[in-house]
């Protein structure tokens, strides 16, 4: 008997697997495109976009717009980190939001962010580290499953 092999033009699968990410020995899951409504979607390239834009200014970044910058990471940390706590988000150095944007932009396909440069000033790792000794943030217990 012989066996037809079934050719298709696109082959979907409803199941989700989400990337992970550590931050403070704490394991949280990244969202994926299909998490995400049409509004959700836009909302994600635009911040992309409006990212990218005000990192390119380089040195001619002004204060209001450095500001504008840092909260756009750390708002596109919140919407693609799952039930990651504001107070993580808020330890975050922007960074260190700029490095799980990236992750995010890099697996899900969306407009690229590029990563700040490098400074002099040793920042805590997204994997492994404790938050600064002076931090007052808590991030004690699993992260949900949503």
């Known amino acids: 008997m012989a066996t037809s092999k079934i050719e298709s033009l696109l082959d979907l699968s409803t199941e989700r697997t989400h990337p992970t990410i550590i931050i403070d020995e704490k394991l949280y899951n990244l969202a994926v495109v299909d998490d995400f ?3 959700e979607q836009h909302r994600i390239v635009a911040h ?3 990212m990218s834009e ?3 200014k380089g040195e001619d970044i002004s204060e209001k717009e450095a500001e504008i910058l840092e909260g756009l990471f750390k708002d596109f940390v919140s919407l693609v980190v799952r039930d990651i706590p504001s107070a993580v988000v808020q330890a975050l150095s922007i960074n260190q939001c700029a490095e799980i944007v990236v992750v995010f932009t890099d697996a899900a396909g969306f407009l690229k962010v590029n990563p700040l440069p490098k400074t002099e000033e040793k920042k805590g ?3 492994g580290e404790k938050s600064s000794p002076g931090s ?3 991030t004690e217990g699993p992260p949900k499953d949503g």
């Open 37 to 39: 409504g049409i509004r």
């Open 48 to 50: 992309s976009k409006q």
């Open 125 to 127: 790792k997204l994997t």
């Open 54 to 56: 005000l990192q390119n």
């Open 136 to 138: 007052s943030v808590s």
